[in-house]
């Protein structure tokens, strides 16, 4: 009897654990599949609509700074999104935006020395009801860039690109002393908006240079300087083109970033370089 009870506890442990076994594939591949669908949403963009801004408030960055003292990645995010709620209008256009979605985004540093350039190349999803659906929407991509300390934007020139149409608008939020070194500064958002109608997007491509310069940021043990710049935000924003600009508001979209990978500035000032403008600014 003891050993029919004990071949019985066996073969119930063994049912047991094969079952138990069971059970944990099944939650592993649905962790791992869904694991792999937020990857994609955050990497590739998933078209959620973000939220409405009023057509009064001309930048989504204005107000971060005005609660904050200095930027954190984290932070910046949650408060875009408490501060821009979804509203009829929002969700009325959220399928008819997904026809400019973000098919790619391509970046690079162009110029040399502590004077440069990051080169942004947004490819839109080229739909046959693109052109059509731009016809009575005005549309803009936002592409918000959160410098590191080490480098600035000047805002009278980006607001000189204004004046000369190369950008529809642009702004710089945080610390824009353009004067302190690294040392004593704080890291910057930039944010700039391009116009996006059927004239100017040329095989669905639009290009943003961004200048930006360098605060003399502390050197390696080689004489360089490296500044990483990482993916910006993208958005775009939709309002159809009937509606009253004092009673209006944006749709905004999240394009995401896809897989654009960070920008290396590597300053090639030397160490007996950067001790000579020393010597001759103390002369």
Request: aromatic share 10%; net charge negative; charged share 20%.
């Amino acid at each position: 009897m003891d050993m029919q009870c004990q071949h019985k506890a066996q073969w119930l442990m063994i049912f047991g654990l094969f079952f138990l076994l069971i059970l944990t594939s099944n939650w592993a591949c649905h962790a791992a599949a869904l694991s792999s669908d937020q990857v994609s949403n955050v990497e590739s963009g998933d078209g959620r609509i973000f939220g409405c801004l009023p057509c009064s408030q001309a930048y989504l960055a204005s107000s971060y700074f005005d609660h904050r003292n200095s930027l954190l990645e984290l932070d910046f995010h949650d408060f875009l999104a408490q501060e821009f709620g979804t509203g009829d209008l929002c969700r009325g256009l959220a399928n008819d935006m997904n026809v400019l979605g973000l098919a790619d985004l391509h970046r690079h540093l162009s110029g040399e020395g502590s004077h440069r350039h990051v080169v942004s190349t947004l490819t839109f999803v080229n739909q046959s009801d693109g052109k059509k659906w731009l016809d009575s929407h005005s549309c803009e991509a936002v592409i918000i860039e959160k410098l590191p300390i080490g480098v600035f934007a000047d805002p009278f020139e980006l607001q000189h690109l204004v004046h000369r149409r190369a950008f529809l608008d642009a702004a710089v939020f945080g610390d824009s002393n353009l004067e302190l070194p690294s040392a004593l500064s704080n890291r910057s958002i930039v944010e700039i908006h391009m116009d996006i109608r059927n004239d100017l997007l040329e095989n669905y491509e639009t290009v943003i240079q961004l200048p930006l310069h360098a605060r003399y940021p502390p050197l390696d043990s080689s004489g360089y300087a490296r500044i990483e710049i990482g993916r910006p935000d993208l958005f775009i924003r939709c309002r159809p083109k009937q509606l009253q600009p004092e009673s209006c508001s944006w749709t905004l979209k999240i394009l995401g970033a896809g897989y654009a990978k960070n920008v290396m500035w590597q300053d090639g000032c030397s160490i007996a370089a950067r001790l000579d403008e020393t010597t001759w600014m103390l002369a």
